[in-house]
T-cell receptor, first 120, second 106 residues
Framework: QVQLVQSGAEVKKPGASVKVSCQSS????????INWVRQATGQGPEWMGW??????????SQKFQGRVTMTRSTSISTAYLELSDLRSDDTAVYYC????FGTGVNFDYWGQGTLVTVTS | DIQMTQSPSSLSASVGDRVTITCRAS??????LNWYQQKPGKAPKLLIY???TLQSGVPSRFSGSGSGTDFTLTISSLQPEDFAAYYC????????FGPGTRVEIK
């Protein structure tokens, strides 16, 4: 069965960086995009960007351009999200989600979420 | 950027009620619209994709319609497990979510 398993909770200081991992199993990793979505407490989901694990191509939400990097290791079917220059309003649960490529996609499988807390 | 709005932002309903949630895009997105359900502490769950196609395993009381800029999610007979937040998502260019509708018990 398809599974996306994320790394554990993180506590970071303002200005630091965080790297969250998402290990995929149960399907061919390079056949689907990995998307990253975050959700602050009481707020709706916020899409951050996508990555094509086959080519490494990425597409980032304008809001996060310059602060976000999405990478992968195909040998271990794992995607990574790195967010730099953290601020208190980056405190949220971060999810990875699988989708098809291009236009008209949907997020059919999700990771369990990783809580990132930014506090001094 | 395409802006997504949802209405209402919350509603109270009883078991057995018919519930309709609306999602509107600031410009035409054809049928590139998905619906998700989210319960507290859980990841969103895909209910409907391409505006009206029911995801495998989702009960048939859920249905979606619309194209262009106006879309609806309908729950034909609300069940206890349906009390949750519902989000639309456009996949026309970015993959942004709407602000959500919270369905609460009356």
């Amino acid at each position: 069965q398809v599974q996306l398993v994320q790394s554990g909770a993180e506590v970071k200081k303002p200005g630091a960086s965080v790297k969250v991992s998402c290990q995929s199993s149960g399907y061919t990793f390079t056949n689907y995009d990995i998307n990253w979505v975050r959700q602050a407490t009481g707020q709706g989901p916020e899409w951050m960007g996508w990555m094509n694990p086959n080519s490494g191509a990425t597409g980032y939400s304008q809001k996060f351009q310059g602060r976000v990097t999405m990478t992968r290791s195909t040998s271990i079917s794992t995607a990574y999200l790195e967010l730099s220059d953290l601020r208190s309003d980056d405190t949220a649960v971060y999810y990875c989600a699988r989708s098809g490529f291009g236009t008209g996609v949907n997020f059919d499988y999700w990771g369990q979420g990783t809580l990132v807390t930014v506090t001094s | 950027d395409i802006q997504m709005t949802q209405s209402p932002s919350s509603l109270s309903a009883s078991v057995g009620d018919r519930v309709t949630i609306t999602c509107r895009a600031s410009q035409s997105i054809s049928t590139y619209l998905n619906w998700y359900q989210q319960k507290p502490g859980k990841a969103p769950k895909l209910l409907i994709y391409a505006a009206s196609t029911l995801q495998s395993g989702v009960p048939s009381r859920f249905s979606g319609s619309g194209s262009g800029t106006d879309f609806t999610l309908t729950i034909s007979s609300l069940q206890p497990e349906d009390f949750a937040a519902y989000y639309c998502q456009q996949s026309y260019n970015t993959r942004a979510f709407g602000p959500g509708t919270r369905v609460e018990i009356k």
